[in-house]
């Protein structure tokens, strides 16, 4: 027996449900280099989208993975946002729909863009200081945004494709880490029943997504493995520039990358270090326990969940690590006092 949709997120199902279908041309975006949530959700929307006969524009801050595009229905959807004709194809639009971010500077080059269109925003992560206006569906008990749009569409009535059963199935799977992370919840299981039970080929999937990787991929992991640091509960791993370039690598090859440090005995808190154009440091926060990563990110500009975040901070690789590493550790300590630690 399937389980009824919950009121809290009912209410407002029933409010976005008929935006979406009034509109005839919608634009859809998602965070910065898009994961498996966001691009999953995009490519489900889409479907469902398509098949009640709307037209639709996928156009994202960062390009859409490749390693994902097979969750596409159609791929003539994406636009890069630096086409040329980007800005007068969005206008077209007559609504915007944000997924898996609920933040403005998480957009990017996407929110000058859509600024000036009717918004609705679908996400589970905390809210920040910088919220995207609109019409919002967001419930951060979520194991992710997939589990809130599979609740969407059973409301809705479907119909349902292929597409959309892949999709949501892929959201699931990567934000709770294969279903190994603790926001893997009875809730987030019986979505990922439903979608099985909707063609979603686990095996298949799973193999899509973990069981294909570059060559590149691993060099890059063996060129980063002798740059793996452990001080006071607190682990992490530096990309090397030089072999990220020279091997031609993608924000893609990441994936898992962080877990390296975070797997060790005794670590709370793993980290990735990379430096990127502009003079920028990405990192990755990752929590193995009660550190709330998600708030440590933010005093750096970033932000998440309480286990998995990201921040991008200008500045010197070696000083940015510096610095941060020495929030994390507060955090850590801050465990034994029952006290936060600033970013």
């Known amino acids: 027996m399937t389980d009824p949709v919950a009121p809290h997120r009912l209410s407002a199902i029933r409010e976005l449900l008929p935006v979406l279908k009034g509109a005839q041309r919608v634009v859809l975006t998602t965070h910065l280099n898009a994961d498996g949530d966001g691009t999953g959700c995009q490519a489900a929307l889409a479907s469902w989208l398509t098949a009640i006969g709307r037209e639709v524009l996928i156009v994202n801050p960062t390009p859409f993975p490749e390693t994902l595009a097979f969750l596409l229905e159609d791929r003539g959807v994406v636009l890069e946002v630096t086409a040329e004709d980007v800005g007068a194809r969005v206008a077209e639009a007559d609504l915007c729909v944000v997924v898996d971010t609920g933040e403005v500077p998480r957009i990017g080059r996407v929110h000058p863009l ?20 609109g019409i919002s569906y967001r419930d951060s008990t979520a194991a992710a945004t997939g589990e809130l749009l599979y609740d969407f569409f059973r409301e809705a009535g479907g119909p349902w494709t292929q597409a959309m059963a892949d999709g949501l199935y892929v959201a699931i799977l990567t934000d709770t880490g294969g279903f190994r992370f603790s926001n893997t919840t009875a809730g987030a299981l019986r979505a990922v029943a439903g979608l099985v039970e909707r063609g979603a080929s686990p095996e298949g999937l799973h193999k899509q997504v ?3 990787a570059p060559l590149r991929r691993l060099r890059l992991l063996a060129a980063s493995l002798p740059t793996v640091q452990s001080e006071d509960g607190v682990a992490w791993i530096v990309v090397p520039r030089d072999a990220f370039e020279e091997l031609g690598a993608t924000s893609e090859d990441l994936e898992g990358f962080v877990d390296q440090p975070r797997s060790l005995e005794g670590v709370e808190v793993g980290l990735l270090f990379r430096s990127i154009g502009d003079g920028g440091v990405k990192i990755s926060f990752r929590s193995n326990g009660p550190v709330d990563v998600n708030e440590v990110a933010r005093g750096f500009g970033g932000g998440g969940h309480v286990r998995a975040a990201g921040a991008v901070v200008q500045g010197d690789l070696q000083e940015v690590q510096d610095r941060v590493v020495a929030a994390v550790k507060e955090a850590v300590r801050g465990l034994e006092s029952g006290t936060s630690a600033p970013g």
């Open 210 to 212: 973990y069981g294909t």
């Open 114 to 133: 859509v600024k000036g269109l009717p918004t609705a925003v679908i996400d589970h992560h905390p809210p920040g200081d910088r919220a995207i206006g």
